[in-house]
């Protein structure tokens, strides 16, 4: 198959992408390793109410993410936030009333980020959407680069695009093979969430608010770290979830132990109803092979200060680009970051086939 623009990695910076390429009147695919859509956008749904496993807010002064909401007709709500936060010391003793909400004015999207994946996906062509289609090798060969998968796909395009975390993509076969300097910078950007697993605990109310709680909780012993309120916004059902502070070297092959220390820390936190949720999901992003590799093991502590590096600018004279979040300069790593690369992929890439 022959097409100008080839993206490989199918969560919201190459789904936009493709979005605006074909706005353009441009020719692409769009090839996805995973058996679904989104990448690091994960909402598990249960009775219809969805719960984000992956990126769960986003804020003003974000206009990308605000104006495609709104160019949609997607629907945002507030992060709730009113209550008292509860604090675990090193002892196990809870405190009550030890600050503010930290996600207050933060939004929240109805029905969960992948109701914005399911919508993006829906409006682009489905025979040039290709999922578990996992990239092996690219090779560029005179002002063309011939892409090559496991299940057999084989692509030829004039520019490819690898929308997934730099870190992943520099695993990839490339023929020529790129710099020392490029393989470097891109092994050196730590992919954002990659070292995290993140636990959703369901119930049937929210029985915090009755409490005067906000349902966050900050904690410097229990597996979760930092717990928030992640209830739908229709009242049906409530959620609490939170980040497992646990190294990921302790949590392989141990998530129903680590099930059973965060139901133990919630009731300790929130009482008998907290102990006892409906459900507990567990999403450990650190073991998922599309977005971690071993320089991942240990999660960030801190935002980096993302940003597309030199090495990994004009590579292979201008045809392969480097398009996951963590590329963006102003929001890299955010769910803004994702759409701000792909912007200015497109600018760019579009200039470049006139």
């Not at 190459?14 to 990448?39: F, P, T």
């Not at 939004?107 to 025979?127: K, N, S, T, Y």
């Not at 302790?250 to 409906?278: M, S, W």
């Not at 759409?339 to 200039?351: K, N, P, R, W, Y």
Request: proline residues 4%; negative net charge.
């Amino acid at each position: 198959m022959n097409t100008q623009v080839l993206i490989v990695g199918g969560g919201l910076a190459g789904l936009s992408l493709a979005r605006k390429l074909q706005a353009a009147g441009c020719d692409w695919q769009l090839v996805e390793s995973r058996d679904r859509w989104g990448g690091r956008i994960l909402t598990h749904t249960i009775e219809g109410q969805g719960y984000d496993l992956g990126p769960s807010w986003f804020w003003p002064g974000q206009p990308r993410i605000d104006a495609l909401v709104d160019e949609l007709k997607l629907e945002r709500f507030d992060q709730a936030y009113r209550g008292d936060l509860m604090y675990q010391d090193e002892t196990g003793a809870v405190h009550r009333g030890q600050g503010m909400a930290s996600m207050q004015g933060s939004w929240r999207m109805l029905g969960g980020f992948g109701r914005l994946i399911d919508v993006l996906v829906a409006e682009l062509p489905a025979q040039q959407l290709h999922l578990n289609t996992a990239v092996n090798s690219l090779h560029y060969n005179e002002q063309q680069i011939i892409v090559s998968t496991s299940s057999g796909f084989q692509c030829q395009a004039s520019h490819v695009v690898l929308a997934l975390p730099p870190r992943v993509a520099s695993h990839l076969s490339f023929m020529p093979a790129l710099s020392d300097q490029s393989m470097q910078a891109a092994r050196n950007i730590p992919t954002w969430m990659a070292g995290h697993a993140k636990a959703v605990a369901i119930y049937s109310k929210a029985f915090w608010e009755t409490q005067g709680l906000s349902g966050d909780a900050m904690s410097r012993l229990g597996p979760l770290a930092e717990i928030h309120d992640a209830s739908p916004h229709t009242g049906e059902q409530a959620a609490l979830f939170g980040f497992v502070g646990t190294p990921a070297s302790h949590r392989r092959n141990n998530e129903e132990a680590l099930k059973e220390a965060i139901r133990q820390q919630l009731g300790q936190l929130f009482g008998d109803d907290g102990a006892n949720p409906t459900e507990l999901i567990i999403k450990d992003w650190a073991f998922d092979k599309n977005t971690a590799i071993d320089l991942d093991a240990e999660g960030l502590r801190h935002h980096p200060a993302y940003g597309r590096p030199k090495a990994l600018k004009n590579i292979w004279d201008g045809h392969l680009h480097f398009g996951s979040t963590e590329m963006g300069a102003q929001f890299g790593g955010f769910i803004e970051g994702a759409l701000e690369v792909s912007s200015d992929l497109a600018q760019d890439i579009i200039g470049r086939l006139k």
